[in-house]
């Protein structure tokens, strides 16, 4: 009996959204998705409100959209869906 062991390997899964840092506020509030539906990546910062869209061009995980966005923040594009920025 009880040759066999269970082996025990540890998965931790990710369950929890992805956060990250928020390029306005500095807090690790941004949750960033894929909208594949409406081909849009989308960003929101539960902190400060900084939201973004971009239309997508390729599958992108959400650290792609996250990082796309920060980069389109720092170029000085306009993000905010409330400015009509869009497509
Ligand atoms: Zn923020």
Redesign the pocket.
Known sequence: MGRRRKQVVKVIKRTLPQAFL??????N??KAFADEKNQLGVVV??????RGQFPLTQRMDPVDVYSTFVDKFYAGEKLGAEKGWAA
């Not at 928020?22 to 807090?27: E, H, Y």
Request: charged letters at 20%.
């Open positions: 928020c390029p306005k506020c500095g807090k509030t941004v910062c539960g902190a400060c409100d900084l």
